[in-house]
């Protein structure tokens, strides 16, 4: 049992050796952090508690629950501060406030209206008094912004202290509140503040009485018509007739249509010539330029000096008006008959309105119309197309014909192209293969002739693209070939050649099926496209071996070997494919052993480096007559095979 912690019963152990204190200091990540001491001096241990403060803090605030165990602490609110959560958030209210006016016999004071503004961002308040028309006083902002006080013991104005119809004193000038827009009247209510009805601004006298002044020097114009009132009134009004002047009677005179204006602003009169495309009239608008029309310009005294002086209101004793011009009068204008036989919208509801007078209906003044002559086009020249030819006659300038920019741009890059061949009288030209391209953006067809080897014809462009009108059309109702047109059996004449077409690309019978209602009448074509693709392109016509730049046809028929080897032979000649240097050249090449002797395979490898036909029903003929012996051809019984007939 130990002895009481008294003086005099403690004494040291002799046996103690560590006296060193524990570590209150730790690192973390770099970071020196506190740390709380285990053990006492020289390693005891303490008898006091080691929890800390937050374990401490929890321990007494921890509540025993039965059920489902300790509730989560509901997480803290994110703090705003005022000046982002009251930004632009300005409490308006109108306000006045009186000014006594001194040594002024006609007013006492003035009744000032004033708007106080307060900002809920930092409880400061603004006095803004609105600018007054010829107030002779300077207006505008009273009190800038700023915390206004509210005492001398440094209490500031809060907006819970405002309400409506209640006196506030910034410094020392007394305003009285007496209403707030709907905004500030529903956040007052919302923060729990009932605000008062709201009160009646006082009228200024001074204010009225300068008003009542102003009324009764006010004046009306007068109800007699005076021209400031009528230009007032009728300014940018005008009444517009539509008249002829029949000048027939005379030496190449005509009836000629012209405009009547009438300003109402000022009674002046205009006249204005009606223009028509190619009327031999010099383009001027204005026949009569405006102003004051005399009924009777020769009626003036004789006394007056018209030498020098010119007409004035003095003069003339009546001018035109509005009531002398109606449908179906004739108006004199300087001596010339205007026939009045139709106005516009506008006049006729304004003379009904103003004047009483019903217009009535248009007259009729229209003749017989004149026949004029047409343009006879010339015949066709031959020189470019037809429609580049007819611009010239069409304009002085002539102009680019127009094309369809719709059709060029949907068929863009769309091609249909036929195989064709020559059908001609000439032995040479008889058999020639073409192809004929046929664009859809522009209805052109150009004709192409591929080449072949050793036709002593020079291949390439046979047509440059163009349009190709049918046989019999007319230079003035030209009838161009369509797609309609381009069956496979059917004769092309393009310029005095015929050509017969005999095959078709499959795009073709595709474009012409999806677009049969585009082009009437292909359905022969399609038909014609459909029966080759189903049963085979018919045989092309046979040519004789002897002619030049023809392909080889061989008709290989049983027990006619004779004629099928002399074509061969006479097809080698033509085209030059005999070659002994060449020929034996091969041959040695495959006749490594030098035996003059090669088998049949090195015979068809020879034959087919230098072009020779390699059918097998051919080949079998060719080797047969070059004496085959135990499956070795002798090169001297192939070149004579060759050379001999």
């Not at 970071?31 to 937050?54: F, H, K, M, T």
């Not at 290989?556 to 032979?569: F, G, H, I, Q």
């Not at 033509?574 to 034996?584: E, V």
Request: glycine share 6%; aromatic share 12%.
């Amino acid at each position: 049992m130990a002895l009481p912690f008294l003086p005099g019963n403690t004494f040291t152990d002799p046996t103690k050796r560590k006296y060193h204190r524990s570590q209150s200091l730790g690192y973390k990540n770099g970071y020196a952090l506190p740390a709380r001491p285990e053990v006492g001096i020289g390693g005891e241990p303490l008898e006091v508690n080691q929890l800390s403060l937050s374990e401490l803090d929890e321990l007494n605030n921890k509540r025993p629950t039965l059920t489902y165990g300790q509730a989560k602490q509901a997480p803290p609110e994110d703090f705003i501060p005022a000046h982002v959560a009251f930004d632009k958030k300005v409490l308006k209210f109108n306000a006045f406030f009186k000014q006594t006016v001194h040594e002024s016999p006609s007013e006492y004071f003035r009744v000032r209206p004033v708007i106080i503004y307060y900002y809920l961002e930092d409880d400061s308040i603004s006095v803004i008094e609105p600018h007054v028309e010829n107030s002779g006083m300077p207006q505008g902002k009273l009190i800038k912004r700023m915390r206004l006080p509210k005492n001398d013991q440094g209490d500031h104005w809060h907006w819970k202290d405002l309400n409506l119809d209640i006196d506030v004193t910034f410094y020392g000038k007394v305003f009285h509140i007496t209403d707030c827009d709907e905004w500030t009247s529903n956040y007052m209510a919302s923060e729990g503040i009932e605000l008062s009805a709201p009160a009646q601004t006082p009228t200024d006298p001074y204010t009225d009485s300068r008003k009542e002044k102003s009324a009764i020097e006010a004046f009306t114009t007068p109800s007699t018509f005076d021209k400031l009132k009528q230009f007032l009134d009728l300014d940018r009004k005008v009444l517009r007739f539509y008249c002829v002047w029949d000048d027939r009677s005379s030496m190449f005179g005509e009836q000629r249509p012209f405009i009547i204006q009438y300003y109402l602003v000022d009674d002046t009169v205009e006249v204005r010539e009606v223009h028509e495309p190619n009327d031999g009239r010099d383009p001027f608008p204005l026949f009569l330029k405006r102003q004051r029309l005399p009924k009777d310009r020769d009626n003036v005294d004789s006394s007056f000096r018209a030498v020098v002086m010119e007409l004035s209101s003095h003069e003339i004793k009546a001018w035109y008006g509005p009531t002398d011009f109606g449908i179906g009068k004739t108006v004199f204008i300087y001596n010339r008959p205007f026939l009045i036989y139709d106005s516009d919208d506008f006049t006729k509801a304004y003379m009904q309105h103003n004047y009483g007078v019903p217009m009535s209906a248009p007259v009729e003044v229209s003749g017989p119309a004149r026949n004029l002559p047409k343009m006879a086009l010339p015949p066709y020249n031959g020189f470019g197309s037809y429609e580049d030819s007819l611009q010239s006659c069409l304009s002085l300038v002539p102009q680019p014909p127009k094309k369809d920019f719709i059709k060029m741009l949907e068929n863009d890059h769309k091609i249909l192209r036929f195989e064709a061949v020559m059908d001609s009288v000439r032995p040479e030209d008889r058999g020639r293969r073409f192809i004929i391209s046929y664009r859809l953006a522009d209805d052109m067809i150009k004709i192409f002739e591929p080449p072949v080897r050793n036709s002593g014809i020079v291949s390439g462009t046979f047509l440059e693209r163009t349009r190709v009108t049918k046989p019999g059309s007319t230079p003035e109702n030209p009838q161009f070939y369509g797609p309609q047109d381009l069956s496979i059996g059917s004769v092309l004449q393009v310029f005095s050649h015929r050509f017969v077409i005999t095959d078709a690309d499959d795009y073709v019978l595709f474009y012409l099926e999806a677009h049969r209602d585009d082009f009437p009448g292909c359905q022969a074509t399609i038909d014609s496209i459909r029966s080759a693709r189903m049963s085979g392109m018919p045989e092309k016509p046979q040519t004789l071996a002897s002619q030049k730049g023809a392909p080889m046809v061989v008709q290989r028929t049983p027990n006619d070997l004779k004629r099928l080897l002399s074509e061969v032979k006479a097809q080698l000649r033509k085209d030059n494919y005999i070659n002994f240097t060449s020929l034996t050249e091969a041959f040695l090449q495959y006749d490594r052993d030098r035996s003059g002797h090669i088998d049949v395979e090195e015979l068809k490898k020879a034959c087919h480096k230098q072009n020779l036909p390699l059918d097998d029903d051919v080949m079998q003929a060719l080797i047969a007559e070059c004496g085959s012996k135990d499956g070795q051809i002798s090169h001297a019984d192939f070149m004579k095979f060759l050379t001999w007939d």
